[in-house]
């Protein structure tokens, strides 16, 4: 019996007064069971890893779709033209890195992502879990300036080798929306653009300090963790051109069934493009590798039709409906392929639980986890592809199954010299 149901017992022969008190105190009591039920609203289970039996129940009425895009689905849609090679585009100046030591190896590979004002236990989740899995090429991160970020978080990232720039958007005069899509002044001499196209500035220049010969993976900070080397989990070296792109999963996540991407192609390139994407699978624009060169020609191309659109002047601040649209309309080089989600090097979990997908009838009426729904973790934790057998090397957008995974992150990203990672003698 439930504090809701025993004052409603007590409320049939009280006066209106008493009925009254015992009315706040039941919704009190109800209030006080429900914040010590983590993963539960409104007397419903919505997150973690252990889900009631009524809702387990449900499942098997829906079992998980496994399965990647089919190749028509995750291919352009118009024939890739004979020169996708970017215009020259001078790179954003990067400023002096926060810390002279550790400096760039530029034979080294590369991890790159925009880490803005976040504090140590994101950093940890990131950096701590790439090099606790091995992982000894740079780490570059583009984050607040030094006099503005924590101290744990600036000494645990000097200890796990990290250069690290800053950047201090200016977004006052853009209003509402996340900051990553706010339009913001970030150098003198650049336009303001939303954080989300500035971060590609920044990569492209990142870039620009390597070898032709480095790979780089660009990542998704808050919401990335690893748990294999990504450029071993690989299998081989990228070259020239080679860019590797993320599907997310299938069918849940395609062109015309994601309001967000639909629009943000509509929006910005019409109609017609839209109709011709509609049902390819959504490409994150969260996780991408290349080769060097395939790096530099990716952040000039969509730099480039950042310049030629605009498409934040419309209502469109992401970088994801740009890197979909140059895919699909045949912008990238024929040496671009893409991944699936469960069967590559980046396991995208974000979508495996939503409510669109609940309404299009591809998951269960409930809320499902990773753990019993999926069942793509084994018995250590680690997520697994979706031969349930392979660990994934990388976990992007974790924090969609914030519950289940909150544990087990804090315990990969548990990582100190020198028992965990030693700085390379100069």
Known sequence: ETPRQRAACRLGS????????????????WLVVEAQRPGWRHGRWIAGKEAPEEDRALWAQRPPMFGGAPSANKAPVVSVAANTT???????????????????????????????????ESHRAFVGSVRKAGYRG????????????????????????????????????SSGGSIKHKTCKWRRGQPALPLAIIRHALY?????????????????????????DPFAALGRRLAGLDLLLVAEHWPFKQIGNCPFNGGWVRN????????????????????YMGAQPAIVNFERLLLAEVQANECHTRGVP????????LYYMGRLPPQTFVQDRGDGVVNTVGSLDGSRPRKAGYLPESHVNIDQYWQIRDPDGYVLQDDKLTRSA?????????????????????CDPPTCYDLPSS
């Open 14 to 29: 009280a006066p209106l007064g008493a009925m009254l008190v015992v009315a706040r105190v039941a919704v009190a009591s």
């Open 86 to 120: 970017g215009p020259w585009l001078s790179p954003a100046p990067l400023g002096p890195p926060l810390w002279t030591a550790p400096t760039h190896d530029p034979e080294k590979d590369v991890i790159t992502g925009l880490a803005l004002n976040y504090r140590v």
């Open 138 to 173: 740079d780490i570059v991160i583009i984050t607040e300036p030094l006099r503005r970020m924590q101290e744990a978080a600036a000494t645990f990232l000097r200890s796990m080798g990290v250069v690290a720039y800053a950047v201090e958007p200016d977004c006052s005069a």
């Open 204 to 228: 492209l220049a990142i870039a620009s300090l390597y070898s032709p010969r480095s790979n780089f993976y660009v990542a998704d900070y808050r919401d990335t963790f690893f748990q294999r």
């Open 268 to 287: 910005c390139w019409g109609k017609e493009p839209f109709e011709k994407m509609r049902r390819q699978v959504v490409l994150c624009s969260g996780s």
């Open 318 to 325: 992401s970088d994801q409906g740009y890197l979909n649209f």
């Open 394 to 414: 990388a976990v992007h957008q974790w924090d969609r199954f914030h519950l289940e995974f909150r544990d087990f992150v804090q315990r990969l990203g548990d």
